[in-house]
């Protein structure tokens, strides 16, 4: 397994991270606990977890599930997220309090938020987030779908004040969907801040790895471009057997060989999937020069940052909340 640093000053994470939007609410608790340790023992150690208002208890069950493992806290990696669902009226810090309380852990080691809504402050959200990180609470501090220019600006005002700055750009990104974060824009900000790339959205929900009609929710389809992804996978299809792969291991390591990659994020629920996604680690370390030529066509234009998630929908079902 490699470790890349988050950033300039962030931690060293796994270049393969652990997701948890349906994973653990699909699993038997066993079942769980059998899959992380498989993860720990591969060298994956960074996991990817947050509270889902269509599956509440997520943190409870990881949280659970690393007490009875029982690694030391150094061992492993949290990246947590705090959202705009209840802000300001609660405050960044004391969600993420609530969310320490349900994994159990007095800190996570990247937190990242959502990015700002129409009529934000975007210095006033930065010195809420680095309040976090200066007290204790999370070890540094990321971003999730920001738009470049709000990204610049955070820098520039933590710079200005002292304050710790966001280390960690989570963003959609796939052979499908490279054009944004491959575009000028983004690249500026990760050569001029020296804020790197946490790719989600790698397998565009299970498409790129060959289900095209996912039954499962999956992340928005931002720019309405899902058919023209579906079109290419037997492309690349055809491009993973060349290498001996599959059309998920070639995705994946697509998002894998970015130089500003830090870590790739993914969904499993399958011991097997795990071992699948470390040969596409050692897919792009042997071939990831030829492949890139080959992927490059693979792409759609269209791709557009997410819009401001809608916390405001139902919880599910009955769920009751204080």
């Known amino acids: 397994m490699e470790f890349r640093k988050a950033g300039a000053t962030g931690p060293e994470l796994s270049a393969l991270s652990m997701g948890s939007w349906n994973t653990y609410s699909r699993l038997s608790f066993e079942a769980g606990v059998d899959l992380v340790q498989h993860a720990f023992g591969l060298g994956i150690n960074t996991f990817d977890v947050a509270y889902y208002r269509d599956k509440p208890h997520t943190e409870v069950l990881f949280g659970r599930i690393l007490d009875v493992i029982g690694k030391p806290r150094d ?7 705090v959202w705009f669902f209840a ?9 993420l309090d609530a969310s320490l309380v349900r994994l159990n852990q007095e800190y996570v080691d990247v937190v990242i938020t959502e990015h700002p809504r129409p009529g934000m402050d975007v210095r006033k959200l930065t010195e809420d987030v680095a309040a976090i990180v200066t007290a204790g609470r999370a070890r540094s501090w990321g971003t999730l779908n920001w738009t470049p220019q709000d990204l610049l600006v955070a820098h520039e005002h933590a710079a200005r004040h002292n304050l710790p700055a966001p280390q960690l750009a989570q963003l959609k990104y796939n052979v499908a969907r490279c054009g944004v974060v491959d575009g000028p824009d983004y690249q500026r900000v990760f050569r001029e801040t020296g804020m790197t790339l946490h ?11 060959g289900r095209l009609q996912p039954e499962r929710n999956i992340g928005i389809d931002t720019g ?3 058919d023209e992804i579906r ?4 492309r690349l299809t055809e491009i993973g057997q060349q290498f001996g792969a599959t059309s998920a291991q070639v995705a994946l390591a697509f998002a894998a060989m970015n130089p500003a990659t830090t870590s790739v994020l993914f969904g499993a629920t399958r ?5 699948d996604n470390v040969k596409a680690l050692e897919l792009a370390k042997k ?17 557009e940052n997410d819009a401001p998630y809608q916390h405001a929908a139902p919880l599910t079902g009955d769920f009751i909340m204080n």
């Open 75 to 81: 061992a492993y990696k949290i990246v947590g997220k």
């Open 87 to 95: 802000y300001p009226e609660q405050s960044l810090t004391s969600q």
């Open 199 to 209: 790719a989600s959205d790698v397998m565009e929900g299970g498409i790129l790895a």
């Open 224 to 226: 309405k471009i899902r």
């Open 231 to 234: 079109a290419i996978v037997p």
């Open 271 to 275: 011991k097997s999937q795990l071992d």
């Open 287 to 303: 071939h990831g020069a030829e492949l890139r030529p080959l992927l490059a066509p693979l792409a759609v234009a269209g791709h």
